[in-house]
């Protein structure tokens, strides 16, 4: 997302970067300044493999 001097996805709501969180059954996109998470096909229309290969490094939550 961040990566290779392309700009962040910015959260609808602040402007704020947003940033891949791996939960055990989904990811979600967490905005770094207010905390607002969204579902990752709110975004699809934008990421790449750029952004998968960033998820895939995303350490998984097993609760």
């Excluded at 939960?23 to 607002?36: F, I, P, T």
Aim: hydrophobic share 40%; aromatic share 6%.
């Amino acid at each position: 997302m961040d990566t290779q001097g392309r700009s962040p996805l910015a959260c609808p709501a602040c402007r704020g970067r947003l940033h891949p969180v791996r939960s055990c059954r989904e990811v979600s996109l967490v905005c770094d300044d207010c905390g607002a998470k969204y579902p990752v096909r709110r975004f699809a229309a934008f990421l790449d493999d750029a952004f998968e290969e960033e998820v895939a490094l995303v350490p998984l939550d097993r609760l």
